[in-house]
């Protein structure tokens, strides 16, 4: 005999199976219908695709087929030719082919010679002057290296160059050697040239005693002065790059300095102790030395006349 309780559990088990059936086949039919949607969704992308690679393709076809034709590259050589001949003085070569123009007229005469207004009319030497382009190339200065040795006086005329060495005015009391045209590197130079400037602006100016030395001159001062304090056996002269320099007026008047060109006497000063100097002197080496320094130049405590170029090391001790 089935109770009450079994027939509510068996309408309870076929109600939860009706429900789990009309959920599945609910369920089956969504994911159908969006696996149908999603594919729907492709097809159209893909056609979209389609549509624009079409369009692009057929853009560049048409503009392939415009610009390979006969007529466009005519146009443009006619551009061409026009715009190369438009400011010649002969212009019958452009006039309509009606029989009325000769041959030798269809040519431009600045084909034949050249045109004047290709050609260059002037150049900038190393000085920065103008020279006329029909100058010959023989005559053009070139602008040195800056490792050569070139004269100051050439680049920087402003400069008074009084070279000691040349002449027997100097604690040797001979001539040491006979060039008296002071040189040093280009670099050099070019550092100089613009210090010279500025004290000119002060109405100062540089005035060279010594520049390039040859360690032949170098073994003489070394042979009369035994005090390698103030005499060195070898010296940043012959490297290019030094030089003994004080300082003057703009028009090259002398003012008081520390010191005359080589004076060994007073050891104080070599050892450049100015306690003894006067006020105005000890300003005017000031002057000079805050010139040199801004534009890298290195002194030494012996010789406040004593300058070299920070580069110094670029370059070896020569002969």
């Known amino acids: 005999m089935v109770s009450k309780l079994d027939n509510i559990d068996n309408n309870s088990d076929k109600e939860v199976s009706q429900k789990t059936k009309y959920w599945f086949e609910n369920s089956q039919a969504y994911l159908q219908e969006t696996e149908k949607v999603k594919w729907e969704t492709k097809a159209e992308l893909k056609e979209h695709k389609n549509n624009i690679f079409y369009g692009i393709a057929k853009l560049f076809k048409n503009l392939w087929t415009e610009f390979s034709s006969s007529k466009f590259w005519k146009t443009i050589l006619w551009l061409f030719w026009a715009n190369k001949y438009s400011n010649t003085e002969d212009t019958n070569w452009l006039s309509s082919s009606?029989?009325?123009?000769?041959?030798?007229?269809?040519?431009?005469?600045?084909?034949?010679?050249?045109?004047?207004?290709?050609?260059?009319?002037?150049?900038?030497?190393?000085?920065?002057?103008?020279?006329?382009?029909?100058?010959?190339?023989?005559?053009?200065?070139?602008?040195?290296?800056?490792?050569?040795?070139?004269?100051?006086?050439?680049?920087?005329?402003?400069?008074?160059?009084?070279?000691?060495?040349?002449?027997?005015?100097?604690?040797?009391?001979?001539?040491?050697?006979?060039?008296?045209?002071?040189?040093?590197?280009?670099?050099?130079?070019?550092?100089?040239?613009?210090?010279?400037?500025?004290?000119l602006e002060q109405w100062y100016s540089l005035k060279i005693w010594d520049a390039f030395r040859t360690q032949s001159a170098q073994d003489i001062f070394a042979s009369l002065e035994k005090d390698r304090w103030l005499v060195a056996t070898k010296s940043d002269h012959n490297r290019w790059c030094c030089l003994d320099v004080t300082l003057v007026k703009s028009d090259w008047t002398e003012i008081p300095m520390p010191s005359k060109f080589d004076d060994f006497k007073n050891k104080n000063l070599c050892k450049s102790d100015f306690s003894a100097v006067s006020w105005e002197k000890k300003k005017n080496w000031l002057i000079l030395k805050n010139a040199m320094i801004n534009w890298w130049f290195t002194g030494i405590r012996t010789e406040w006349r004593h300058y070299v170029d920070s580069n110094k090391t670029l370059y070896p001790h020569l002969g």
């Open 98 to 199: 009606k029989g009325d123009t000769d041959v030798k007229d269809q040519t431009p005469k600045d084909d034949l010679i050249g045109k004047s207004d290709d050609l260059p009319q002037s150049t900038i030497d190393s000085q920065g002057n103008e020279i006329p382009w029909d100058t010959p190339s023989d005559s053009i200065e070139i602008e040195p290296n800056d490792s050569d040795l070139v004269s100051v006086e050439k680049y920087i005329p402003s400069i008074k160059v009084d070279m000691r060495y040349a002449s027997k005015n100097n604690f040797t009391g001979r001539k040491v050697y006979e060039n008296s045209e002071a040189k040093l590197r280009y670099w050099t130079i070019k550092k100089l040239k613009i210090i010279q400037e500025d004290l």
